[in-house]
């Protein structure tokens, strides 16, 4: 969750350091640092509170130059966010570190490194391990072999890059459940937590696997694996733009990225569905026997992504005729699952680096399923490169917090599989056919729907000043209810909630009142008429209703209802990809008339790489 970038090379590596923090600054904004060697065995160490503009203006005011250097934006695990728990930490004789992560035995480390004379300056667990390295340097008189030594004795998960005057043209990563990645140069080469960090200086990178140790040095890179071995791990090709995470002409990158959805979604299908045709392919070689073997679903995931993970279960059932479980994926690890013979295992991520969907992966490749299939938008992550089946999601890079392209783009590829599973399962080649047909005018229906923005701030303009919400859906609408209500607690900390709308009378009821905005999705399909007496109920109790209807839906506006038209003809299948697209315009109109930071919204972070 927190962003690394490192750097040695013949030229004055500040500059490179700062616009790396800049572009990782979304997976975390409590704190930041550098630390830097100019030649010398002199490091000069630089920290701040709050964002990588504080840490800029701090070097404005005290310039610092060198050849190497490794930097860090925190989101605050282990103590307070404050300079004396910001990264870089420090250990004695100029022994730097940064590390993104959790190292679960910290407090027996730190026991003993208090026993051996050190002392402590934070409350992290970062500080353990850079005293743990100093501690073994001593016994090593050699910095790889310190941090290889060190990394043996954590327990947790981890991305380290360290540095120390007393090897000052050498960077010693290190990962086992973080992401991290090398950026190769001419004569010079970077580390960062994430690509998007080093597109600016290279577009070749090499990705350390679980458990790997490298030493990175101006002209040469070497790494071992967790045996010790020395190993190539192979250089691949960045096809990402480096302005791919610049805002352009939007005010936030969340409204960018909004903006995004139809290419996204097009970009997603393209090459992989047309003309009525699904290319099983896409989801990997082995795919066509897999998907014909699958007689039961399992799907984990995290936050938005648990809610993709939601829409999806209504089709597979409903289409494909095949069971279908979803799990949260910190849930799935301690419930001790059933496994069905023949079951597919799903895990959707954005990042690919989620730790607990990771842990899920993992536990299932030890339960015997049938085969794993990872739904993600970076083709270089960890569950990528850990499951058998693949559907990259083609979002391109997500930089606000609160995810919108990279939900519709999963949307897609969950469309995509539910097709492919219901061809196995015998659906007649018409019906397969007017499936994907469907899938292939999503993004034109989303351009419609972005076009409802006037209307949607409007909305905005009544529920500002709101201290509550309650967001209502049925069928496969209302996992889009709760990702609606996600969105608007997430970037405007108004509390909200979503329901089944057929579960009002069974507690929520009695919260509604005139204060009280109740958001309700209306897509024109078998549960209308039910919704609709759902939405009698709270006008009966005096609630004001918002509804986003469907134009036939009969919906009409009124004393205390407040109607958005939607696009029309909108099928039961694409309706959840189309009426998310106002719920996020919500979420942000609302979060920008209340002043709050909208790309990065206070406690959060992009990718959650920590349990």
Not at 263 to 282: P, S
Not at 371 to 396: F, K, Q
Not at 401 to 417: D, H
Not at 497 to 503: C, D, S
Request: proline letters at 5%; aromatic letters at 6%; glycine letters at 6%.
């Amino acid at each position: 969750m927190c962003g690394i970038v490192g750097a040695v090379a013949d030229r004055n590596i500040v500059p490179i350091l700062i616009e790396g923090l800049r572009r990782l600054e979304y997976r975390g904004y409590d704190s930041a640092g550098v630390a830097v060697l100019n030649g010398t065995k002199k490091m000069r160490r630089l920290r701040t509170v709050g964002k990588v503009a504080r840490l800029m203006e701090a070097l404005d005011a005290e310039p610092a130059s060198g050849y190497l250097g490794i930097a860090h934006t925190r989101w605050a695990t282990h103590g307070v966010p404050s300079e004396r728990n910001a990264h870089p930490h420090i250990s004695r004789d100029g022994l730097a570190i940064v590390h993104n992560g959790i190292i679960e035995n910290h407090e027996e480390l730190r026991a003993d490194l208090e026993a051996h004379g050190y002392e402590f300056s934070s409350e992290t667990d970062t500080e353990v391990i850079a005293h743990r390295i100093h501690y073994n340097l001593a016994r090593h008189d050699d910095l790889f072999a310190a941090v290889q030594t060190t990394v043996r004795e954590l327990h947790g998960a981890y991305a380290l890059a360290v540095v120390s005057e007393e090897d000052p043209d050498t960077i010693v990563l290190a990962r086992a459940g973080c992401p991290v990645v090398i950026g190769l140069g001419d004569n010079e080469n970077f580390v960062a937590s994430d690509v998007s960090a080093l597109l600016p200086v290279t577009r070749r990178f090499m990705f350390l696997d679980e458990g790997d140790v490298a030493a990175i040095h101006r002209r040469s890179v070497t790494v071992t694996d967790a045996a010790g071995n020395q190993v190539d791990r192979p250089v691949r090709e960045s096809e990402l733009e480096a302005d791919a995470v610049e805002r352009g002409d939007f005010p936030h990158y969340m409204l960018k990225e909004i903006h995004e959805q139809p290419r996204a979604v097009a970009q997603t299908l393209e090459e992989r569905a047309a003309g009525g045709k699904l290319l099983e392919a896409a989801f990997g070689p082995a795919a066509r026997e897999v998907l014909r073997r699958t007689r039961a679903v399992q799907i984990v995931a995290c936050g938005t992504s648990y809610h993709a993970a939601s829409v999806a279960r209504y089709f597979i059932e409903q289409i494909a005729g095949l069971p279908c479980w979803i799990d949260i994926a910190s849930e799935f690890r301690y419930r001790q699952p059933v496994v069905l013979d023949n079951t597919l295992f799903v895990s959707i991520s954005q990042s690919g680096e989620t730790a607990d969907t990771l842990a899920a992966l993992r536990l299932a490749k030890e339960k015997g399923y049938l085969s794993t299939l990872a739904i993600c938008n970076v083709p270089e992550s960890s569950l990528v490169r850990e499951s058998e089946l693949v559907m990259l999601t083609r979002a391109g890079p997500e930089i606000g917090v609160a995810s919108t392209k990279a939900f519709t783009t999963q949307l897609a590829a969950l469309g995509m599989l539910v097709v492919a599973l219901a061809k196995h399962q015998g659906i007649p080649r018409e019906r397969e056919h007017a499936l994907v047909n469907r899938l292939i005018e999503i993004p034109g229906l989303i351009e419609v729907a972005l076009t409802l923005d006037p209307d949607v701030l409007q909305l905005a303009e009544r529920i500002k000043d709101k201290h509550h919400a309650l967001f209502l859906g049925r069928g496969a609408l209302f996992p889009i209810a709760m990702e609606g209500a996600l969105k608007l607690k997430e970037i405007s900390y108004i509390h909200a909630e979503a329901y089944a709308a057929g579960e009002l009378k069974h507690g929520p009821l009695a919260l509604v009142d005139a204060d009280m905005p109740v958001i309700a999705v209306a897509p024109n399909n078998d549960l209308l008429e039910k919704l609709k007496s759902n939405l009698q109920e709270v006008r009966a109790r005096g609630g004001e209703l918002y509804v986003f209807a469907d134009p036939e839906s009969g919906i009409e506006p009124s004393d205390g209802v407040h109607v958005i038209t939607m696009p029309r003809h909108v099928s039961y299948f694409q309706a959840p990809a189309v009426y998310t697209v106002p719920l996020q315009l919500l979420a942000y109109h609302v979060a920008v008339l209340r002043g709050t930071d909208v790309d990065q919204p206070r406690n959060l972070a992009k990718s959650v790489t920590v349990e």
